[in-house]
T-cell receptor
Framework: EAGVAQSPRYKIIEKRQSVAFWCNPI?????LYWYQQILGQGPKLLIQFQNNGVVDDSQLPKDRFSAERLKGVDSTLKIQPAKLEDSAVYLC???????????????FGPGTRLTVL | GNSVTQMEGPVTLSEEAFLTINCTYTATGYPSLFWYVQYPGEGLQLLLK?????DKGSNKGFEATYRKETTSFHLEKGSVQVSDSAVYFCALSIRGFKTIFGAGTRLFVKA
């Protein structure tokens, strides 16, 4: 079974530029998550999709971050414009069910390391 | 609110030593508890989980018991190996709410 795919693996941009990350979840997984992991901290949920719909985006800085999940499969996370504090690893994860069960296992991709100069 | 607190690292051990990484939680409701591990250069992966009080999760020689009375889910391994060097994350999930991760504990195992 193929895992969660993410690209690119690394990205360096200057502040005020825009950037986009792509994620392909495990086939058949209903739920897709985007996390931000700042160095030395645990992952923080940015947005969660259940199929096509958004379940939770309460911690997404909506003035600069946007995300979409087309046809309930792939997803793109965009930052525009980027700030220095956006430097982090952006993790995509998927799970078969979702937080509706409370015990669903999440499967993570390798992440995209973003550096904003 | 819901939160997870785990011991700060790094933790440095010699091969075959006993490992304990402490994790305590605060939750409104009845959470499921998880340990995820992140090996160098890789994404997080589930190590073990427990879904109700007194359950013990186990995998690859690691164990953790869900203790409701002490709100804890400490990770233990009797004899660590160099290949166990990684960052370990404790997490909780409550039905209908997002998963909360701890800050992570880095483990170094010396040969």
């Amino acid at each position: 079974e193929a895992g969660v795919a993410q690209s690119p693996r690394y990205k360096i941009i200057e502040k005020r530029q825009s950037v986009a990350f792509w994620c392909n979840p495990i086939s058949g997984h209903a739920t897709l998550y985007w996390y931000q992991q700042i160095l030395g901290q645990g992952p923080k949920l940015l947005i969660q999709f259940q199929n096509n719909g958004v379940v939770d985006d309460s911690q997404l800085p909506k003035d600069r971050f946007s995300a979409e999940r087309l046809k309930g499969v792939d997803s793109t996370l965009k930052i525009q414009p980027a700030k220095l504090e956006d430097s982090a690893v952006y993790l995509c994860a998927s799970s078969p069910l979702g937080t509706g069960t409370g015990w669903d296992t999440q499967y993570f991709g390798p992440g995209t390391r973003l550096t904003v100069l | 609110g819901n939160s997870v607190t785990q011991m700060e690292g790094p933790v440095t051990l010699s091969e075959e030593a006993f490992l304990t990484i402490n994790c305590t939680y605060t939750a409104t409701g009845y959470p499921s508890l998880f340990w995820y591990v992140q090996y160098p250069g890789e994404g997080l992966q589930l190590l073990l989980k427990a879904t109700k009080a007194d359950d013990k999760g186990s995998n690859k020689g690691f164990e953790a018991t869900y203790r409701k009375e002490t709100t804890s889910f400490h990770l233990e391994k009797g004899s660590v190996q160099v290949s166990d060097s990684a960052v370990y994350f404790c997490a909780l999930s409550i039905r209908g709410f997002k998963t909360i991760f701890g800050a992570g504990t880095r483990l170094f195992v010396k040969a």
